[in-house]
């Protein structure tokens, strides 16, 4: 049986299933993941923190993203590359917001991008997707909206917020976005944002509920040695295994136990 070539449309027929997404910054990161099976490999704005050592999402650029698209369309495989569009790169206007997401698609070989922001995106994502642009949106925490929120805080926690949402997924999906990423909310609201939807539900931080669950693969791996938010579960420890790996070389280098004959040309 042929693997599927995952498209923004096939991703839709997930809904009501369990599926598994991950982010990915570079070529072999996307490589390996896409041999799992993941059908969805985001290349979030949060390489700004994870790759390029930013503190927040907010200074990551256009061509930064571009770059690191490019790579992980490079080694995807079968899954589906959704490129996030940075700050200010589709806030000015609808035209800079067309523009910009099709450098993502022309340029950078991914198949979909996405946008933070609810009901207020609902007519940039018509027009993308009328313009043969898959577009994920996300709602929620939006990282890029730090600083009108005061920090990363919990959405949907009252009924009125809820019921905000609610009226946000709903705005977005008409608008023709293929699915929608829940970040940071209490699982009662994101069930019933789910169960309203006909477009699946990527949760992160938003409890079981979602059809889909995503998670930066730096923290799922343990990469950072930083705490890792609540919601956050750790299947490896690649920052310990690092560290324990370079001392070792390290120690074999000032040893005279690398390199060996076995490491030598004759």
Not at 102 to 117: D, M, P, Q, Y
Not at 188 to 200: E, F, W
Not at 208 to 237: E, N
């Amino acid at each position: 049986m042929q693997p599927i070539k995952w498209t923004a449309s096939k991703i839709k027929t997930l809904k009501g299933k369990r599926f598994a997404c991950l982010t990915a910054y570079d070529y072999i990161s996307a490589k390996l993941i896409g041999e799992c099976g993941v059908p969805l490999l985001l290349v979030g704005d949060s390489l700004g923190m994870v790759v390029l050592g930013y503190e927040t999402t907010l200074p990551v650029t256009m061509e930064e993203m571009l770059h690191h698209t490019a790579a992980v369309a490079r080694g995807a495989g079968n899954a589906l590359v959704v490129g996030d569009m940075p700050f200010l790169s589709y806030h000015v206007s609808i035209g800079q917001a067309v523009e910009n997401a099709g450098r993502f698609i022309k340029l950078s070989g991914a198949g979909a991008v996405k946008i933070e922001g609810g009901a207020l995106r609902a007519e940039l994502v018509k027009t993308l997707t009328g313009n043969g642009i898959p577009v994920m949106g996300h709602i929620g925490l939006t990282p890029q909206s730090i600083r009108t929120l005061g920090g990363y805080k919990v959405a949907g926690r009252q009924a009125k917020e809820i019921k905000r949402l609610l009226a946000d997924a709903r705005a977005l999906e008409k608008a023709g976005a293929f699915a929608l990423v829940l970040e940071c909310m209490p699982p009662d609201a994101a069930r019933k944002i789910t169960s309203a939807l006909k477009i699946p539900t990527i949760g992160i931080g938003a409890g079981p509920y979602c059809d889909g669950q995503i998670l930066v693969t730096h923290d799922m791996l343990g990469f950072s040695g930083k705490v890792s938010p609540r919601f956050v579960k750790r299947y490896a420890d690649f920052a310990g295994q690092m560290k324990a790996a370079v001392g070792k070389f390290k120690k074999d280098v000032e040893n005279l136990q690398f390199p060996a004959q076995e490491h030598c040309y004759d």
